[in-house]
């Protein structure tokens, strides 16, 4: 079904997001001009560009899901002025670069050429027809107000107004923005890590505008700085070097009910043999999950291969025999108490301390993926010839005979 419903505000949605899109765009370029350069939405204009507290630009954004051209009567060019004119109210002694980013086009042959960057740019010569166009009493009513506003202002405004103008036309429509984004930021990976990687700068860019336009937020923010966004594209762009991976900042906590579907596995088995509570099991649990989603996500997306992950956990396992050989050993021979699951409990600290600096990747520095992928052998402990285990009878549990009987 794609016939628009009579009341559907899609348009002035994607007009929203487009605007959010956009200074991401703004504030990246704005970088390489001007390391201290900050932005801001929603304030004197749709998006402003400053150096310390002074506006550089003023930028109206318009989207439109249809091509189409910028006439000298159109309602985006009007109500773009009439928000300049109040901007500027605010900006006595000095006009910032008023900017128009409009995905339709400026006609070559129309006056409003004049105001495109370029060789052919004459804002004087635009001038005499804004204001003619402004003054016509026959104009259209919807630009009535804005048109009058422009009017009321001095002569001397009008021109310093009109000779800031810049119109950049056949901007990306919002579908397209992240072929802009991947040039303006840098990212030359393919076309899935691409996406990875623009996902999660939107998510922290979304992030950053919400805490920008929401008013009742006694910690808002008014401004984000272009060293802040580098350093976060930085920051994002060093999960995918060769010596990386991509890893979730933060880790969802478990409900009960996700804690409790893993409640029969092997590995959860293999912890309550050696004693251990409800919120150690919670904590070795949710290790485990987030270490099974991220290995997961990296061999469905080929950031990894079997071989890289088999070689990482041959690691972790030749920790875990020297370990357990030796502290078994100890209690078989009676020098470790009687009490099994102390014991068990000693090899798992154990292992879960001698594997802290055992990395997939140099780079890859959260201890919790070793730890949770050692959960992940224990839970193969049935299907496996030497399979790996915390009790010093592990063996013979998961045979389900009962190391307490004696000998005979």
């Excluded at 189409?68 to 159109?74: D, F, P, R, W």
């Excluded at 002025?81 to 900006?91: E, I």
């Excluded at 469905?300 to 875990?320: A, I, K, P």
């Excluded at 992940?376 to 915390?390: Q, V, Y």
Aim: charged content about 30%; overall charge negative.
């Amino acid at each position: 079904m794609n016939q628009k419903m009579p009341h559907s505000a899609a348009g002035q949605m994607v007009g929203y997001l487009y605007q959010c899109e956009w200074a991401l765009v703004e504030l990246a370029r704005a970088w390489f001009k001007d390391p201290e350069a900050q932005l801001r939405m929603e304030f004197l204009d749709d998006i402003e560009i400053l150096h310390g507290q002074d506006p550089q630009q003023f930028v109206q954004s318009k989207h439109h899901g249809h091509p189409g051209n910028l006439a000298i009567t159109s309602a985006d060019l009007w109500r773009s002025v009439n928000s300049w004119c109040d901007g500027l109210d605010h900006t006595p002694g000095r006009v910032p670069m008023l900017r128009l980013v409009t995905t339709q086009k400026v006609p070559d042959d129309s006056v409003l050429a004049k105001l495109k960057a370029g060789p052919g740019r004459d804002p004087a010569g635009a001038l005499a027809v804004l204001e003619a166009v402004a003054g016509d009493a026959e104009g259209a009513k919807a630009t009535k107000d804005w048109r009058a506003r422009f009017m009321a202002c001095t002569a001397p405004t009008r021109a310093a107004l009109v000779g800031a103008i810049t119109l950049d036309d056949q901007a990306p429509r919002v579908s397209e923005v992240d072929s802009t984004l991947r040039e303006v930021i840098g990212i030359w990976k393919s076309d899935e890590q691409g996406r990875e990687i623009l996902d999660e700068l939107r998510g922290w860019w979304w992030g950053q505008s919400k805490g920008m336009l929401d008013h009742a937020d006694p910690r808002r923010r008014q401004t984000i700085t272009a060293d802040e966004l580098r350093a976060q594209i930085d920051y994002v762009l060093s999960k995918y070097t060769a010596a990386s991976l991509p890893v979730s900042d933060l880790l969802a906590e478990l409900t009960e009910a996700e804690t409790a579907a893993y409640a029969d596995r092997v590995f959860v088995e293999q912890l309550r043999w050696i004693g251990l509570g409800p919120r150690s099991l919670h904590v070795h649990i949710a290790e485990y999950h987030h270490a099974w989603a991220h290995r997961s996500m990296w061999l469905y997306r080929n950031h990894v291969c079997g071989s890289e992950l088999d070689q990482f956990e041959t690691q972790l396992r030749q920790e875990w025999k020297l370990i357990h050989a030796k502290l078994a050993d100890r209690f078989d021979r009676g020098r470790a108490g009687t009490d099994p699951e102390a014991v068990g409990e000693d090899i798992l600290d154990a292992t879960m301390e001698a594997v802290r600096e055992i990395r997939l990747r140099p780079n890859v520095d959260k201890r919790w993926i070793a730890r949770g992928t050692l959960h992940a052998l224990a839970d193969n402990a049935r299907e496996e010839e030497k399979p790996l285990g915390w009790h010093p009878k592990h063996l013979d549990l998961l045979k389900g005979s009962d190391p307490t009987e004696e000998e005979e």
